[in-house]
């Protein structure tokens, strides 16, 4: 279907805004898959909360100047999804790692994260990364360990101190 230039113009304008949003970008090949997996891939994306576009490459690299994703342009070819991660850093990765287990159909191309271009072999090490949860749960319990640490030190003497008192106690 022939889009004229309006519908163009708002194409670009709302890729670019997405990732504008976006943490991170992975550009996949998805030649081959029937519509019902897309469907399916589609469905898992929106509860992830990574936004999942097919964009002409044209549009892509259009819409892709100016933001961190600009290095992205040289992967653009061919039929080409993007999946923008828009709440954490490695949604797209992990979503799309898992999606194309049993699926050889399903190429990443590239990824990027920040303005620096990954290769396709790095989605497995960036689907890896921990969620902003993981790693806030990380974060504090580093933080917290010194603390328990010299609560305990401290509390050690006088409760070895009441132990000895006990012993002393249950052997009279």
């Known amino acids: 279907?022939?889009?004229?230039?309006?519908?163009?113009?708002?194409?670009?304008?709302?890729v670019a805004l997405?990732?504008?949003?976006?943490?991170?970008?992975v550009v996949v090949d998805y030649r081959g898959l029937k519509v019902?997996?897309?469907t399916e891939l589609r469905a898992k994306a929106r509860k992830a909360g990574v936004h999942l576009q097919?964009?002409?490459?044209?549009?892509?690299?259009?819409?892709?100047e100016g933001t961190d994703f600009a290095c992205l342009q040289d992967s653009l070819g061919g039929p080409l999804l993007l999946a923008f991660s828009l709440n954490e850093l490695s949604a797209a990765a992990r979503l799309l790692k898992d999606f194309?287990?049993?699926?050889?159909?399903?190429?990443?191309?590239?990824l990027s994260i920040g303005g620096q271009l990954l290769a396709a072999n790095q989605l497995?090490?960036?689907s890896q990364l921990p969620t902003r949860d993981e790693?806030?749960?990380q974060l504090m319990s580093a933080l917290q360990a010194p603390i328990t640490k010299l609560v305990r030190t401290t509390a050690e003497p006088h409760t070895?101190?009441?132990?000895?008192?006990?012993a002393i106690r249950d052997k009279k």
């Open 1 to 14: 279907m022939a889009l004229n230039l309006q519908k163009k113009q708002e194409i670009v304008a709302q």
């Open 18 to 25: 997405v990732a504008k949003q976006a943490m991170s970008a």
């Open 36 to 38: 019902g997996e897309l």
């Open 54 to 64: 097919v964009v002409r490459n044209t549009l892509a690299k259009r819409a892709l």
């Open 100 to 110: 194309a287990k049993g699926r050889e159909n399903l190429k990443v191309k590239a």
């Open 124 to 126: 497995e090490k960036v």
């Open 135 to 137: 790693a806030l749960s």
């Open 160 to 166: 070895k101190m009441v132990r000895t008192f006990a």
